[in-house]
């Protein structure tokens, strides 16, 4: 599953960033590969078979705190 | 970045794909039990202001979307972080939507297959959408809305003889309480969500005026909203309804005509994925734009497909199961949404009137 999520980000960076540089568009280009780098961590994160840190427990704390749920 | 423009007609039809949504399988107001069609009613009404809102924001800024309302409105350091507020919004909104859609499929159609899987698929849809612009999500939307129309009116025409309307009584059965909980239940989901398409709303094409486009999409969106509330609760009636995840399979899956038309719920399961495809590709585009905006990018498109990417992954993540799911849509997002709803479209109002009228006297004089 791993080589297949390499193989699939290798394929998304052609489409991809590859694109973004031959426009010349340096600042959109970095850009896209720091988003793609945080994207691809991600997915092998998830493949491995571990979830992102989930917002939803965090945000009914906050809910909690401020109305007294 | 180049203007991309809809028109009245497209982004109506966006709107109202957007407020069915999940809504369409999901259900709103179900806290008021047989009253849920009272409930609806009363967040439509309530929504009516936001959507005002949203048109007269769009009005006084003609040609600019809410990121460039926001910098405008608060100024550079303000209006960026509300920017970030709404991108955030709009992120969550699509990996919400999209896991809705995963628990839809893991519960009733594809349950040995892993969620990701049906969810990537969608997200890669609404990822190659996106990237055409919002001029293809509008005559895709159109197209579509054609399609949901003619499979609500053909289920329909199946499921009249399985109506039983004495399902609506008692009225007020549980008091105004329930009520009021479902109103504002379906208020934040889906009907004020919409204001998040003043993101993707910057232009309109032929002229037609905001308040039409998007009270007109707001009352056809919360009127097929109550329509299929009313058909699933005289099919399945309250006990039943609320006791399943999802109503509107549940419902069309009664249908049995002559003992040859059985199982038609994969028509409802066609609504409901037109309908989650077009509100995570508005939710995305929104939150693309935003981003571009955010960090001064050429093209929202450099970030199109790697944002799909993490709402996928972050849709994945959201919950441990679909209790959790559904404690999150009917006990908290009400709380959550409402600065993103209500607060911050009141301050931009407020600051965005005060900022025009003073520009007009500063010209005038």
């Known amino acids: 599953m791993i080589l297949i999520t390499i193989i699939a980000y290798a394929f998304i960076a052609l489409l991809d960033q590859v694109q973004t540089y031959k426009d010349g568009r340096k600042k959109d280009f970095l850009f896209s590969c720091a988003l793609g780098l945080l994207s691809f961590a991600a997915a092998l994160w998830v493949v491995h078979g571990e979830k992102l840190p989930s917002p939803t427990r965090p945000i009914e704390q906050l809910v909690g705190w401020l109305f007294g749920m | 970045m180049s203007k991309e423009r809809i028109t009245a007609g497209e982004a109506r039809t966006i709107m109202i794909l957007f407020i069915m949504g999940s809504t369409m399988i999901m259900g709103a107001g179900g806290q ?40 405008q409105v608060f100024g550079k350091l303000a209006g960026r972080v509300c920017i970030l507020l709404y991108v955030w919004y709009a992120i969550h909104l699509a990996a919400l939507v999209l896991r809705n859609y995963g628990e839809f499929m893991e519960s ?14 969608v997200a890669a849809l609404c990822i190659f959408v ?19 129309m003619i499979t609500i009116i053909v289920v329909l025409s199946l499921t009249l003889e399985r109506m039983d309307f004495e399902n609506i009584l008692p009225v007020l059965d549980y008091g105004w309480g329930p009520i009021w909980k479902g109103a504002f239940s379906a208020f934040s989901f889906p009907f004020a969500e919409t204001f998040l398409l003043t993101a993707i709303f910057g232009g309109v094409k032929d002229g037609k005026s905001y308040v039409r486009i998007l009270l007109y999409g707001l009352l056809i969106g919360s009127g097929l909203v109550l329509f299929i509330t009313f058909r699933n609760l005289f099919i399945l009636g309250n006990y039943t309804m609320s006791n399943v995840y999802f109503p509107s399979y549940a419902a069309v899956g009664r249908v049995n005509v002559g003992d040859f038309i059985q199982r038609i719920e994969g028509t409802v399961a066609i609504v409901f994925v037109i309908c989650v495809f077009t509100k995570i590709s508005a939710c995305l585009l929104a939150a693309s734009y935003g981003i571009a905006k955010l960090f001064g990018l050429h093209s929202y498109r450099t970030v199109v497909i790697q944002t799909g990417l993490l709402v996928t992954y972050l849709a994945y993540s959201l919950y441990d199961n679909i209790m959790e799911m559904l404690h999150f849509a009917s006990e908290v997002y009400f709380f959550y949404a409402f600065p993103f709803q209500v607060i911050i479209p009141i301050l931009l109002l407020i600051g965005a009137e005060i900022k025009v009228r003073r520009g007009n006297r500063a010209n005038a004089g």
């Open chain 2, 130 to 148: 996106v990237l055409h612009g919002i001029e293809t999500l509008g005559r895709s939307a159109r197209l579509m809305f054609n399609v949901c």
């Open chain 2, 32 to 71: 008021a039990h047989t009253d849920a069609w009272l409930a609806i009613l009363m967040a439509t009404g309530m929504s009516v202001p936001i959507v005002l809102i949203s048109a007269r924001l769009l009005a006084l800024y003609p040609g600019q979307n809410l990121y460039d309302i926001c910098l």
């Open chain 2, 108 to 121: 009733e159609a594809m349950p040995e297959t892993p969620m990701l899987v049906p969810m990537l698929f």
